[in-house]
């Protein structure tokens, strides 16, 4: 064994890595069917525990690597068929960049996140908040792709377009959760109070704690333990909420949002409205349909007619943002409950994957056809269970066709085949 493979192979034990997961230097590693360049992860033979310096090598460039938990990520840079790509698995070198990648820098209240330098989002979550919240979210071309209301007022949002308060950005939240009576409406947590409310009505999210923290080459994470509590100050449930920030090509920007729902008090109620989403976002006012946008879904749908309500792996609102065609596509995890996901996807921009809203679907069609059959998508859990969510969103150039949103998904709900040599 030479020096560099020596002195590799005790980095990766000394960052807790098993020699059973085989990965050492200079091995080579293949990968198969990626239909677009995009993020690919491989789980080796076992759990990796922390970030290791490695790189792999095609001898025409090199792809920064990082391990979470038990998972290796990379963003391919370029597509692969079923013949592959070889890569040899290298130590990064003394001296590239540390400050390169995903880098989250925490502050009072707020976790901001930049992607090589450059501004990206940020976790916000002080204590008067009534829900955490990413906001500001830049995409590619620079701009920002979420409406800044009601965290900022300005100029280019219109007070008529000033609706909706409780729509921060990218949000998690549902509107009718149920612990004791489960005939009954229960606390809404989708939408807010005034602020200096003297008797509220709404329920809280507050941080209970935030749990990790980290940047790194291909990604940056941030995760927190979240409690769901009354206006008495009851707490019903609580949340594991995971973002993984990802450096990406110039024309991408790419977030991963994992929910964990907890019923440590009582047995839970998500009782069917279309007030909720799992994975809420309220588009840029100038991309939503009001503003000159367009809504499309993975089943050819468009429009909000069209997509309202609908089953569907995928949407995407497109429009323009200072001039540029900007979009915001997201994906439902193929393992969520009842995926396809439904959709509360509105004109004016709000943008929810639901899977509790086919009682809000089927009365509004019984409106105009009496036949058909009213559905409940309400869905309760005993104390002691938890469900789990996974969603991603992509924010791209160009429009539907042109991000090639088709294939990205397919990427996502098929991982790429990786295999070690």
Known sequence: MNFHAFMMRVSLLAAG??????????????????????????QPD??????????????????????????????????CDARGRTYTLQARKTGEADEAGVRIQEKEGVLE???????????????????????????????????????????????????HPHHRSIWTAHGDVRTTDFSKPGTDYWAEDKPGTEKPSKGLQKVARIVRVHGGPVFGLIEADIDWITPAGKKELSETRTCIFYKTPDDQRIIDVKVVLKFTESDVMFADTKEGGILS????????????????????????????????EWCDYVGPVDGRTVGIAVFDGPTNLRHPTRWHIRNYGLYTAN??????????????????????ESRTWKKGEKAEFNY??????????????????????????????
């Not at 922390?50 to 391990?67: A, E, G, K, N, Y």
């Not at 501004?119 to 701009?143: H, M, Q, R």
């Not at 969103?393 to 070690?420: S, W």
Request: with cysteine; proline share 9%; glycine share 6%.
């Open 281 to 312: 976002l309220r588009v840029a006012t100038s991309m939503d349909e009001i503003g000159g946008g367009k809504m499309v879904n993975a089943r050819g749908q468009t429009g909000m007619n069209e997509c309202w309500g609908q089953p569907a």
């Open 355 to 376: 899977p509790f809203m086919a009682g809000a679907v089927t009365r509004e069609q019984k409106k105009k056809d009496p036949n058909v059959k009213l559905l409940d």
């Open 113 to 163: 996140v930049t992607i090589d330098g450059r501004p990206f989002t940020a976790f916000n979550y002080a204590k008067d908040l009534p829900k955490p919240f990413l906001y500001p979210v830049i995409g590619p071309t620079g701009a920002a792709v979420t409406r800044h209301y009601p965290m900022k007022e300005v100029a280019s949002e219109p007070a008529k377009r000033r609706d």
């Open 392 to 421: 991603r969103i992509l924010i791209h150039t160009g429009d539907t066709r042109a991000a090639k949103i088709a294939e990205q998904y397919k990427l996502y709900a098929q991982p790429a085949k990786v295999t070690l040599n």
């Open 46 to 79: 076992k759990p990796l525990n922390r970030t290791t310096p490695l790189v792999l090598d095609d001898s025409t460039r090199t792809i920064p690597v990082q391990f979470d938990m038990d998972r290796m990520w990379w963003y391919q840079p370029e597509s």
């Open 17 to 42: 890595v098993a020699s059973a997961t085989a990965l050492a230097a200079d091995q080579t590693l293949t990968i198969r069917d990626v239909p677009v360049p995009g993020l690919v992860s491989f």
